[in-house]
């Protein structure tokens, strides 16, 4: 594809409830990452992918949080039991083979979520 | 743990004038620092990408450079236009960690017709 898109672009949800996002890479990018922005904050890491394995999960704020990538391409941050803390908008990057000297992380739109 | 921080938060301009944006970070075991701009409600676009062993990278009328034994890297950006008008975000990441970036808080610039 052109970009990384990402879906859906608004989520509205209900405190308790389980929501998923999901990000499409830009095709052959085998990384991915996700990070979090909430109002009025900088930029927050979650979780990085290479291929469709984490090695750093040190940004996933608690169990509530999980993601996952499948065929090294699309991935899908899931949120259970949501919060109103975790309001905020949910950004996903990809990038070329790590190492490389063309290693640009390429960002989506994102995702605004909402929970009342 | 590595800090970034973005000095100054925000900046007012008049359109033409040459401006300068400073990052600063507190390890500097750094694989790569990249510079973003971020329009409101919209994503990061990439700006420039510095690698570790790099002093600058110019695109156009930006400048962006890299001193990594004091921590600090700034983007320089020339005969400013409304259109540059923008949130810009550093980005740092970790020699030991290709994976995980931390960015700063980022500096709103508002460049004045």
């Known amino acids: 594809g052109a970009g990384v898109s990402q879906s859906p672009s608004n989520k509205v949800t209900e405190k308790g409830k389980d929501v998923e996002l999901r990000c499409d890479p830009i095709s052959g990018h085998t990384a991915l990452y996700w990070y979090r922005q909430s109002l009025g904050q900088g930029l927050e890491f979650l979780i990085y992918?290479?291929?469709?394995?984490?090695?750093?999960k040190s940004g996933l704020p608690s169990d509530r949080f999980s993601a996952e990538r499948t065929g090294g391409s699309v991935s899908t941050l899931t949120i259970q039991r949501t919060q109103q803390e975790d309001s905020a908008v949910y950004l996903c990057?990809?990038?070329?083979?790590?190492?490389?000297?063309?290693?640009?992380?390429?960002f989506g739109p994102g995702t605004r979520l909402t929970v009342l | 743990k590595q800090e970034v921080t973005q000095i100054p938060a925000a900046l007012s301009v008049p359109e033409g004038e040459n401006l300068v944006l400073n990052c600063s970070f507190t390890d500097s075991a750094i694989y790569n620092l990249q510079w973003f701009r971020q329009d409101p409600g919209k994503g990061l676009t990439s700006l420039l990408l510095?690698?570790?062993?790099?002093r600058e990278q110019t695109s156009g009328r930006l400048n962006a450079s890299l001193d990594k034994s004091s921590g600090r890297s700034t983007l320089y950006i020339a005969a400013s236009q409304p259109g540059d008008s923008a949130t810009y975000l550093c980005a740092v990441r970790q020699g030991t960690n290709a994976g995980k970036s931390t960015f700063g808080d980022g500096t709103t610039l508002t460049v004045k017709p």
């Open positions: 990057a990809s990038s070329p083979i790590p190492g490389s000297h063309t290693d640009t992380q390429y």
């Open positions: 510095i690698q570790s062993s790099q």
């Open positions: 992918f290479q291929g469709n394995s984490a090695p750093d």
